[in-house]
């Protein structure tokens, strides 16, 4: 339910799993304890566990900018933590650099290649890191104005 938001903590270079498919709540609790995580679930149910306390966090917008906006408040969210460090399929921090044997389109410099080791995809500056990064930006900014 929460993945566009786990994709953009992974942008932002926040460690961050996701549910796997056919998870049930249970499991997925005990992950996030077990890996010491805080788990962000728009699920009422979730919170009913023991020790809920602390681990689940309920946020209940929609949309992408209320939950950002929700979760800057409960938490002290770095939105400039590691802008683009990491992968944001498979949650790997990404190497600066990829084999040169990997096809590219010709406009693009090679300088500017990530690579991620997990799953072998390559990642570019170009225009729609550039977006990406403006967005982070902006909510680093509106997060400054909670404190
Ligand atoms: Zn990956």
């Known amino acids: 339910m929460l993945i ?14 996701l549910a796997n498919n056919g998870e049930s709540d249970r499991e997925l609790f005990q992950r996030a304890r077990r890996e010491n995580r805080r ?7 979730l919170q009913e ?16 900018d209320e939950q950002v906006h929700e979760l800057s408040q409960r938490l002290s969210i770095d939105w400039l933590y590691r802008p683009l460090s990491r992968c944001l399929v498979c949650n790997t921090p990404l190497n600066i650099s990829a084999p040169d044997d ?15 080791p997990g799953c072998g995809r390559i990642y570019w500056q170009g225009s729609h890191s550039r977006r990406m990064r403006r967005r982070l930006e902006a909510w680093a900014r509106e997060q400054k104005a909670f404190r």
Do not use: F, Q, S
């Not at 566009?4 to 799993?17: I, N, P, Q, V």
């Not at 566990?49 to 992408?64: F, K, M, P, Q, S």
């Not at 990997?102 to 991620?116: G, K, S």
């Open 49 to 64: 566990y023991r020790d809920a306390d602390g681990t689940v966090i309920l946020l209940c917008g929609n949309e992408l």
């Open 39 to 45: 788990l962000l679930t728009r699920d009422h149910k």
């Open 4 to 17: 566009r938001l786990g994709r953009w903590l992974r942008a932002a270079g926040y460690d961050t799993g």
């Open 102 to 116: 990997i096809p590219i389109p010709d406009d693009i410099d090679r300088t500017t290649l990530h690579h991620c």
